[in-house]
């Protein structure tokens, strides 16, 4: 089985900074896409950003100049460094993680994801 656990969520003031981190644990043989997503009471959730094994990155027009992910493969760790937060980032705050493992017959691919960690912004 696989767990991913995300940390680092808190309340911040406007205009400042958290970094959350999400880790992969349990039968992993390798993980290709990791990202993270949001969803805010009310609110459908949102794809924050998302980066490949090979680092190629993307993020929402939202977030963008102000969010930056990155990951460590050996770790099989991704973060998210979050600057200029603003009231509107409030959120529970979701990472995902597309793993692929040994069944012990064959490789298998699935998406898998965390709990969540709050993050509150306030103004």
């Known amino acids: 089985q696989v767990q991913l656990a995300e940390s680092g969520g808190g309340l911040v003031q406007a205009g400042g900074s958290l970094k959350l981190s999400c880790t992969a644990s349990?039968?992993?043989?390798?993980?290709?896409?990791m990202a993270w997503s949001r969803q805010a009471p009310g609110k459908e959730r949102e794809s924050v950003a998302g980066?490949?094994?090979?680092?190629?990155?993307n993020y929402a027009n939202s977030v963008k100049g102000r969010f930056t992910i990155s990951r460590d493969n050996a770790e099989n760790t991704v973060y998210l460094q979050m600057n200029s937060l603003t009231p509107e980032d409030t959120a529970v705050y979701l990472c995902?993680?597309?793993?692929?493992?040994?069944?012990?017959?064959?490789?298998?691919?699935?998406?898998?994801w965390g709990q969540g960690t709050q993050v509150t912004v306030s103004s």
């Open positions: 995902n993680g597309d793993v692929t493992n040994w069944s012990g017959t064959a490789f298998n691919t699935a998406e898998y």
């Open positions: 980066i490949t094994r090979g680092g190629t990155t």
């Open positions: 349990g039968n992993i043989h390798s993980i290709d896409l």
